[in-house]
């Protein structure tokens, strides 16, 4: 497996996050990923949602009159968990130069 590029990992600690907040819609992640000022349209989410369906991070499940519904995983939580916990350094690191 290639390793993800920076704005792959933030991609997915935003989704991630959502889906762990709310089960969503790709839809409803375009909107709510716009309310933070992220601008990825369709096309660009589908990739990373296939990407974390792979991992096992999310699963899709059909729901009649909204359609594909992602949810977090445990896995998906474990990823999350992770990501956060590096960032949470990084802003340690970063305080502690400050």
């Known amino acids: 497996m290639k390793p993800l590029s920076l704005d792959r990992v933030f991609s997915r600690i935003f989704i991630l996050k959502l889906v762990h907040a709310s089960p969503s819609t790709v839809m409803n992640l375009v909107d709510r990923l716009r309310e933070y000022g992220i601008e990825l349209n369709i096309r660009s989410l589908r990739p990373i949602l296939r990407s974390l369906m792979i991992a096992r991070a999310i699963t899709a499940e059909l729901v009649e009159g909204s359609g594909r519904v992602y949810c ?7 990823e999350l968990d992770r990501y956060l916990s590096h960032l949470d350094t990084l802003k340690r690191d970063g305080d502690a130069d400050g």
Do not use: A, E, L, Q
């Open 72 to 78: 977090i995983t445990d896995s998906g939580r474990d």
